[in-house]
């Protein structure tokens, strides 16, 4: 069993910032991809930033300057910086892993937090 469990979510005013942090817990030998995705009322689900499995990172382009994540792999965590927040960042943000399973099978999983709301607004 995997866990993904999200903090630092809140109400904070446009051009304000918050940190969002996730940590992975259970049956992980190995995270491939780690990041953040995030759905709007009414929207699909949308990538937001992410490590990649080789390693490098993935903005989206309406975050691309102004959202920083960052990684501490022996801890299982990844954070996202968010600055200069603007009333279409709203929205819930949810971690997600993709990682070996460590039974021995070695097969690959992906999982997701219960996610964390961000609402900006004055």
């Known amino acids: 069993q995997v866990q993904l469990v999200e903090s630092g979510g809140g109400l904070v005013q446009p051009g304000g910032s918050l940190r969002l942090s996730c940590v992975a817990s259970?049956?992980?030998?190995?995270?491939?991809?780690m990041g953040w995705y995030r759905q709007a009322p009414g929207k699909q689900r949308e990538l937001v930033a992410t490590?990649?499995?080789?390693?490098?990172?993935n903005y989206a382009d309406s975050v691309k300057g102004r959202f920083t994540i960052s990684r501490d792999n022996a801890k299982k965590t990844v954070s996202l910086q968010m600055n200069s927040l603007k009333p279409e960042d709203t929205a819930v943000y949810y971690c997600?892993?993709?990682?070996?399973?460590?039974?021995?099978?070695?097969?690959?999983?992906?999982?997701w937090g219960q996610g964390t709301q961000v609402t900006v607004s004055s």
């Open positions: 490590f990649t499995r080789g390693g490098s990172t």
């Open positions: 997600n892993a993709d990682y070996v399973v460590s039974d021995g099978s070695m097969r690959y999983e992906t999982s």
């Open positions: 259970g049956s992980i030998f190995s995270i491939n991809a």
